[in-house]
């Protein structure tokens, strides 16, 4: 199994993020999924905010990350 055209990854990390900015994301334009909605509800309700129910995977992202550092959730 020493053909590398059969695997993914590396033995060696690269050092990059899998993390990508949502404004590159492929998917970032479609809608919301339902967990993002769920959660967005929880933190927007937690840190008295409102926000739109029609946002895009990315915007709902940004909105998650932001809303996270406010509230304290998500924080290790």
């Not at 929880?42 to 550092?69: N, P, V």
């Amino acid at each position: 199994m020493s053909d590398t055209s059969n695997t993914l990854g590396s033995s060696e990390p690269t050092g990059d993020s899998a993390e990508k900015n949502p404004e590159e994301w492929v998917t970032g334009d479609e809608p919301m999924t339902g967990p993002q909605r769920s959660y967005l509800d929880t933190l927007a309700r937690e840190a008295g905010e409102e926000l739109s129910a029609d946002l895009t995977k990315a915007e709902a992202s940004e909105h998650i990350d932001r809303l996270q550092q406010k509230t304290g959730r998500g924080a290790s």
